[in-house]
């Protein structure tokens, strides 16, 4: 079983929270059999709600893979990329020269430090 994320520990917990006082309000009860239902009550709907947050990494089977919808989408822009003259940019493979012969190769690679 995996472990709560923070998010389902702080949504439960605001749950618990939140219902527990606005049911001890709603009912207005005073004996301690009403406060513990309203207690239990409020625990069971704050563990349903900390439940039903998705994890980050859980994948439905709707959402496992690419879609014919993101695979058309890509596909139009991969075009429209190549329309305007655009290419990937594939780096140069480094050499494996002297350190002399690699200083006037790095004349052509991109610096930041220039």
């Known amino acids: 079983m995996p472990r709560p994320t923070a998010a389902q520990f702080?949504?439960?917990?605001?749950?618990?929270?939140?219902?527990?006082?606005a049911l001890l309000l709603?009912?207005?009860t005073e004996s301690?059999?009403?406060?513990?239902?309203?207690?239990a009550t409020a625990l069971a709907l704050g563990l349903l709600v900390a439940l039903r947050l998705p994890h980050p990494g859980h994948r439905t089977t709707e959402g496992a893979g690419r879609t014919a919808?993101?695979?058309?989408?890509?596909?139009r822009t991969h075009h429209a990329l190549e329309g305007i003259g655009a290419r990937e940019r594939v780096p140069a493979a480094r050499s494996s020269a002297r350190p002399s012969?690699?200083?006037?190769?790095?004349?052509d690679e991109h610096s930041l430090r220039r």
């Open 32 to 39: 301690g059999v009403g406060v513990a239902v309203v207690g």
């Open 26 to 28: 709603l009912f207005r």
């Open 69 to 75: 919808t993101d695979r058309a989408s890509a596909a």
């Open 10 to 21: 702080a949504y439960g917990s605001a749950t618990v929270v939140t219902t527990t006082l």
């Open 101 to 107: 012969d690699r200083s006037s190769a790095r004349t």
